[in-house]
């Protein structure tokens, strides 16, 4: 009885103390990043990011979860639980760098390369609109624009704005097939 209302109480306590620690460090960054991203001499006309409830909210959740429950005395397979839910928090939360921003012009499409990396590890790729010869959705959540050489930027429906980037898109690409699902 004493485990479940410890880690019960360390979950009421520790969610509400990181939401506002990762509120405020995403914020910090998000305004540093439009500033950097936005200087006229490489101007983006738009820029979408990750939604911060989705990735910073339910990766808080989990690595409360998963603190509240790996603190607390129980058997082998709560620890493996509760590491397991701090590992995908902290990855959900990392979502949250400008390394996942998306930013277009009439010109070009800057973006991440890939969901599974690292940010900072060199998975921002440009590519100019003219090079693009595919754009598609793979049937969940995840949108992607593909150049000839293989050369591929990628966002997801829990970007905020991502309906506006589909639209310019196809204004710009009218020869493309349109995106199912959007």
């Given at each position: 009885m004493f485990e479940t209302?410890?880690?019960?109480?360390?979950?009421?306590v520790l969610t509400p103390l990181v939401a506002v620690l990762v509120d405020r460090s995403a914020t910090r960054l998000w305004t540093h990043y439009r500033h950097c991203f936005a200087r006229p001499t490489r101007a983006c006309a738009r820029?979408?990011?990750?939604?911060r409830t989705v990735y910073g909210g339910l990766g808080t959740v989990?690595?409360?979860?998963?603190?509240?429950?790996?603190?607390?005395?129980?058997?082998?397979?709560?620890?493996?639980?509760?590491?397991?839910?701090?590992?995908?928090?902290?990855?959900?939360?990392?979502?949250?760098?400008?390394?996942?921003?998306?930013?277009?012009t009439t010109e070009a499409l800057r973006g991440p390369s890939s969901f599974l990396r690292l940010p900072g590890d060199g998975n921002v790729t440009t590519i100019a609109l003219s090079e693009i010869t595919q754009i598609g959705t793979d049937g969940l959540t995840c949108f992607y624009a593909r150049a000839a050489d293989g050369r591929v930027i990628r966002w997801s429906r829990f970007h905020v704005g991502w309906p506006d980037l589909v639209a310019s898109l196809a204004l710009a690409r009218p020869d493309l097939a349109p995106l199912k699902g959007a």
């Amino acid at each position: 009885m004493f485990e479940t209302a410890l880690s019960f109480l360390v979950v009421v306590v520790l969610t509400p103390l990181v939401a506002v620690l990762v509120d405020r460090s995403a914020t910090r960054l998000w305004t540093h990043y439009r500033h950097c991203f936005a200087r006229p001499t490489r101007a983006c006309a738009r820029v979408i990011y990750p939604s911060r409830t989705v990735y910073g909210g339910l990766g808080t959740v989990l690595v409360t979860y998963g603190l509240g429950v790996g603190l607390a005395p129980g058997p082998f397979w709560t620890d493996v639980a509760a590491g397991l839910a701090v590992v995908f928090g902290g990855l959900l939360m990392m979502c949250l760098h400008r390394d996942y921003a998306i930013g277009w012009t009439t010109e070009a499409l800057r973006g991440p390369s890939s969901f599974l990396r690292l940010p900072g590890d060199g998975n921002v790729t440009t590519i100019a609109l003219s090079e693009i010869t595919q754009i598609g959705t793979d049937g969940l959540t995840c949108f992607y624009a593909r150049a000839a050489d293989g050369r591929v930027i990628r966002w997801s429906r829990f970007h905020v704005g991502w309906p506006d980037l589909v639209a310019s898109l196809a204004l710009a690409r009218p020869d493309l097939a349109p995106l199912k699902g959007a």
